[in-house]
């Protein structure tokens, strides 16, 4: 259709319409089937999305309502009986931040400690480390294992045993009896030697001194008679005691001085 371009008149107006409606209508009739599809179409979608909601949504926020009422309903009762442990609940909490509220209150005092037990701890390690060093350079440990070892430790024990039964066996050896038991220590074996020495020089010194007269007219005349006495003999009248020219004690060997050096000799043989 080709519109004219004409004065525009009542005529031309209606017959244009009438063209625009022909036009219209024509469009309409080749499109039905595809409009009432897309109608269709548009009215399932609008319906499903109403049944879901009152399917879903629906129900979902009235259990929301009634789950919200009864917390309220039963919030009373519930608050009125959590009421002590509530309160209990906060009095510990405030045991548990005593603490660190003192620590709050001392906090320069507590940064001078933790620093100093820091420093402390660096130092001790660092000390042990140089200990170990300079242990390990002059070779103490070496030193260490020696008078450690378990075999060294055996045979300073198996020579103390030792020792006390070669003394007995070569005491023994020599004639004295007294020395044969074989588990002494060394200490009990020198006591008995001092022992025996004490006994044969108090023997010896009983069979040389002459016993003291009872008075004093008896000690003159013993003392006058020679009864002394001598270092190197026993005593003798006029100068045949004592250290005198004429006197054989010097040469003898039956006096104190004489036996007791041969008793120190035996003792000392009997010792090796």
Known sequence: MALSSEPTTPATALRAAADIADAAGAFAANNTDEGQSRLALRDTIIGLGWLSYYILVVPAKFLYSATL??????????GFALKPFLYIGR?????????????????DFFIYLTVAAILGLLGGLIIRLLFSWLRHALRLDDQDSLS???????????ATQK???????????????????????????????RSRQQASLAASTAGTISPLP????????????????????SGGSGGSG???????????????????????????????
């Open 69 to 78: 009422w009864t917390l309220r309903l039963l919030y009373s009762p519930i």
């Open 242 to 272: 004592g250290y005198g020219k004429g006197g054989g004690g010097r040469k003898g060997k039956n006096g104190l001085i004489a036996q007791t050096i041969l008793e120190e000799g035996d003792g000392d043989d009997s010792d090796f």
């Open 163 to 193: 020792i006390p039964s070669s003394f007995s066996t070569k005491s023994a050896v020599n004639g004295s009896a007294n020395d044969s038991e074989p588990n002494r220590t060394i200490s009990e074996y020198r006591l008995s030697r």
């Open 214 to 233: 009872a008075n004093d007219e008896a000690l003159a005349a013993w003392s006058s008679s020679g009864g002394y006495l001598s270092p190197t003999g």
């Open 91 to 107: 009095f510990g909490l405030a045991l548990a931040m005593i603490p660190v509220r003192i620590v709050v209150i001392y906090e």
């Open 148 to 158: 450690s070892s378990p075999d060294l430790k055996r045979r300073a024990q198996n």
